[in-house]
Nanobody, 115 residues
């Protein structure tokens, strides 16, 4: 099993910044991808950003240029730097890890952006 612990959510005004962290622990062998998803009330969960073990990144169009995903392979940790936050970024953000075809999820952290 892989456990994911997220931190860094909170309340911020529009235009502000937050940094999310997600640390993976447990039976870690070869993580292929780490990423962040979000789910707003009444909406489906959507990909925000992902990073592969080789450093390749993928972003949702809505966050390109504002969010940056990075990873520390030695610490099995992924970060999401969120700048220029907008009220529409308000959601529960979930960490996601893919290892050997298995998908693991964190418990989620609330991000609220006030206008």
């Amino acid at each position: 099993q892989v456990q994911l612990v997220e931190s860094g959510g909170g309340l911020v005004q529009a235009g502000g910044s937050l940094r999310l962290s997600c640390a993976a622990s447990g039976r870690i062998f070869s993580i292929s991808t780490m990423g962040w998803y979000r789910q707003a009330p009444g909406k489906q969960r959507e990909l925000v950003a992902a990073i592969t073990s080789g450093g390749g990144t993928n972003y949702a169009d809505s966050v390109k240029g504002r969010f940056t995903i990075s990873g520390d392979n030695a610490k099995n940790t992924v970060y999401l730097q969120m700048n220029s936050l907008k009220p529409e970024d308000t959601a529960v953000y979930y960490c996601n890890v893919v290892q050997r075809g298995y998908i693991y999820w964190g418990q989620g952290t609330q991000v609220t952006v006030s206008s």
